[in-house]
């Protein structure tokens, strides 16, 4: 089977497939009887307007069908989606990157891959991974944010994620700037649209004049003295720092857990993100600020351990 093995400490179980299905790829795995994450990879994500959770749902089909010829025996799988999802009902409520509105997502995948599936966000199975195995573990009540293209989080309230019917932890889309830029939301000012890694790339262009890559041309920026870079930046530890502050006051975390690609420039994130956090609370409980720790294995690590979690519900 191809792929590197890997023994990520999920210990026994059942055997299951898992797909952590991204606007850009889907990457999958079979997790063994023993563990073992096994033949791990990458696979474009098909686009299709006209039939866009079919076409993804069919592409899920193919994918299983080959880890069948390698040998893989699953006796469930989980699939994990972004944007609003309903995991109680099994529907796909909204993605603007992968084009559905209201899908059957859940029924799809059980009839292209006849197998149960356990469905759910991409972000809040991260957050579980994180939680058993990750930096949030021992920790009862948790925010998880995902900072990268977008900003996504997942709330953990008493060691159980919290998703208010798919509609919970959409920190991205809280009111940073109520005279700010208008989001792809459609709303104005979202927090998305100053400390997102795709937007300290973009604005730093539109102030600077200069197209940069990403978010870690900004921080290189910023270190070597460039006074837009450091403008940029420390806009978006502002608004992310408030969100955290409103968040300290709304729900009281043990730890806030960021991970995505601006959890990448460490320090240069985590103190002045921490220091203005301590300005801004008063009474509150200070949470801990907390590198994720499975980088991008956490989606898929744990959208198995659902799928496994799906067989137990069903032994009991």
């Given at each position: 089977m191809?792929?590197?093995r890997?023994?990520p400490?999920?210990?026994?179980?059942?055997?299951?497939?898992?797909?952590?299905?991204g606007?850009?790829?889907?990457?999958?795995?079979?997790?063994?009887?023993?563990?073992?994450?096994?033949?791990?990879?990458?696979?474009?994500?098909?686009?299709?307007?006209?039939?866009?959770?079919?076409?993804?749902?069919?592409?899920l089909?193919?994918?299983?069908?080959?880890?069948?010829?390698?040998?893989?025996?699953?006796?469930?799988?989980?699939?994990s989606?972004?944007?609003?999802?309903d995991?109680?009902?099994?529907?796909?409520?909204?993605?603007?990157?992968?084009?559905?509105?209201?899908?059957?997502?859940?029924?799809?995948?059980?009839?292209?891959?006849?197998?149960?599936?356990?469905?759910?966000?991409?972000?809040?199975?991260?957050?579980?991974?994180?939680?058993?195995?990750?930096?949030?573990?021992?920790?009862?009540?948790?925010?998880?944010?995902?900072?990268?293209?977008?900003?996504?989080?997942?709330?953990?309230?008493?060691?159980?994620?919290y998703?208010?019917?798919?509609y919970?932890?959409e920190?991205?889309?809280?009111?940073?700037?109520?005279?700010?830029?208008?989001?792809?939301c459609?709303?104005?000012?979202?927090?998305e649209?100053?400390?997102?890694?795709?937007?300290?790339?973009?604005?730093?262009?539109?102030?600077?004049?200069t197209?940069?890559?990403?978010a870690?041309?900004?921080?290189?920026?910023?270190?070597?003295?460039?006074?837009?870079?450091?403008?940029?930046?420390?806009?978006?530890?502002e608004?992310?720092?408030?969100?955290?502050?409103?968040t300290?006051?709304?729900?009281?975390p043990?730890?806030?857990?960021?991970?995505?690609?601006?959890?990448?420039?460490?320090?240069?994130?985590?103190?002045?993100?921490?220091?203005?956090?301590?300005?801004?609370?008063?009474?509150?409980?200070?949470?801990a600020?907390?590198?994720a720790?499975?980088?991008?294995?956490?989606?898929?690590?744990?959208?198995?351990?659902?799928?496994?979690?799906?067989?137990?519900?069903?032994?009991?």
């Amino acid at each position: 089977m191809s792929g590197a093995r890997r023994d990520p400490g999920l210990g026994p179980g059942s055997a299951v497939l898992a797909f952590d299905v991204g606007g850009t790829d889907i990457k999958s795995a079979y997790v063994t009887e023993d563990g073992a994450v096994e033949g791990v990879r990458r696979s474009p994500t098909p686009i299709d307007p006209g039939d866009p959770a079919g076409t993804i749902t069919r592409r899920l089909a193919e994918l299983a069908q080959e880890y069948h010829a390698a040998g893989a025996r699953p006796h469930a799988s989980g699939v994990s989606v972004p944007g609003i999802v309903d995991e109680r009902a099994g529907i796909g409520v909204f993605s603007s990157n992968l084009g559905w509105r209201d899908a059957p997502l859940r029924s799809l995948a059980e009839e292209a891959l006849a197998l149960p599936v356990a469905f759910g966000h991409d972000v809040r199975a991260a957050a579980t991974a994180e939680h058993r195995m990750g930096a949030a573990r021992g920790f009862d009540d948790v925010v998880m944010l995902a900072i990268g293209t977008g900003i996504a989080g997942t709330i953990i309230i008493d060691g159980r994620p919290y998703a208010g019917g798919g509609y919970a932890g959409e920190f991205g889309h809280a009111l940073a700037d109520p005279s700010g830029e208008r989001c792809r939301c459609g709303a104005i000012g979202c927090v998305e649209t100053i400390a997102s890694a795709a937007s300290i790339a973009q604005r730093y262009g539109e102030w600077n004049g200069t197209v940069v890559s990403g978010a870690r041309e900004v921080r290189d920026a910023m270190r070597a003295g460039d006074p837009i870079a450091r403008a940029v930046w420390a806009d978006a530890v502002e608004a992310l720092a408030e969100l955290l502050a409103r968040t300290c006051a709304l729900l009281a975390p043990e730890a806030v857990v960021i991970g995505g690609g601006l959890s990448e420039a460490g320090e240069d994130l985590f103190a002045p993100l921490g220091a203005r956090l301590d300005a801004l609370l008063s009474f509150h409980r200070r949470p801990a600020l907390l590198r994720a720790e499975l980088g991008d294995d956490a989606g898929l690590l744990g959208t198995a351990l659902a799928a496994r979690a799906l067989l137990e519900a069903g032994d009991s």
